[in-house]
């Protein structure tokens, strides 16, 4: 691998700024015309084709009004890389997102509760089926 080449943190990082997109729901195009930089150049960031450069992640963290360290969250925790990277790539889809957002503004906890009960009742039928 040469020096310049992306590498397991760097499609982390890129991860993290998709996940962090998609939860404040702003598109690629309008953080790319933040950043100064073309629609194709987020994605290629999120994807984690390209390194995202150390000015550049700067301005994302300010963007999305985060710590920079919030942009490598996982990084060092490799026990959540192995566990947890099913479920950070599953947050990163829209649907997914959608579930959870709705989730955390149900308020009952009985009401939670019995959401999950349901959902892992529907899965553990469709993995039968």
């Not at 992306?6 to 982390?12: K, N, Q, V």
């Not at 301005?59 to 996982?74: K, S, T």
């Amino acid at each position: 691998m040469s020096a310049k080449a992306p590498d397991s943190i760097d499609a982390l990082v890129g991860h993290n700024i998709r996940i962090q997109r998609m939860a404040r729901r702003v598109t690629q195009t309008d953080l790319a015309a933040q950043l100064g930089v073309t629609f194709q150049q987020v994605q290629k960031y999120e994807k984690g084709i390209n390194r995202v450069g150390s000015g550049r992640l700067m301005r994302i963290a300010d963007v999305f009004d985060l710590p920079i360290a919030a942009l490598f969250d996982g990084a060092t925790d490799r026990r959540r890389r192995i566990h947890g990277a099913f479920a950070l790539r599953l947050i990163a889809e829209k649907e997914p997102l959608r579930l959870v957002q709705a989730f955390a503004r149900i308020k009952n906890r009985r009401f939670r509760r019995a959401l999950v009960a349901l959902v892992e009742n529907v899965a553990a039928m469709d993995v039968r089926d």
